[in-house]
């Protein structure tokens, strides 16, 4: 879907002008998240912030808004810091083991915080 997303970012009358069903890939991208998002959540519980988080963070990374770049570094970046958030939810208070969720929420919701933040100063 990277093609299709790059050619919606140029504006909705430069995609019809290129063949792309404006409404029909919106929609249909729309239900694809929503569902991709709810089968994540029913799995694997809170989790969502990485998700929120790690396109913003492969944009910063790069320094690109090209979908080919950043739909994998994004998957990458997503899985690392899950990967990290696990570990340290199992390993800060050893003998305990916190919920993985806390700690993806807090480390989420911070950067969440820290991009809007920054979002709301530069306009």
């Known amino acids: 879907m990277a093609k299709p997303l790059n050619v919606l970012r140029l504006g909705d009358e430069a995609a019809q002008g ?4 404006v409404v029909k890939m919106r929609t249909f991208l729309l239900f694809l998240s929503v569902s991709l998002s709810a089968a994540g959540v029913a799995v694997c519980g ?7 988080i790690a396109p913003h963070l492969a944009r910063r990374i790069m320094g690109t808004s ?3 770049v950043i739909l994998p570094l994004s998957g ?15 390993m800060l208070f050893y003998p305990q ?11 989420g919701g911070l950067l969440l ?10 306009t």
């Not at 990458?76 to 199992?90: E, F, V």
């Not at 083991?97 to 480390?107: A, H, I, K, S």
């Open 46 to 52: 809170p989790v969502g912030y990485i998700a929120f």
């Open 97 to 107: 083991e916190l919920p993985v969720g806390l700690f993806t929420v807090m480390f």
């Open 18 to 21: 290129r063949g792309v069903s």
């Open 76 to 90: 990458l970046i997503g899985s690392c810091t899950l990967m990290g958030t696990d570990l340290s939810a199992r």
């Open 113 to 122: 915080l820290f991009f809007l933040n920054k979002r709301r100063k530069s």
């Open 66 to 68: 090209n979908a080919f």
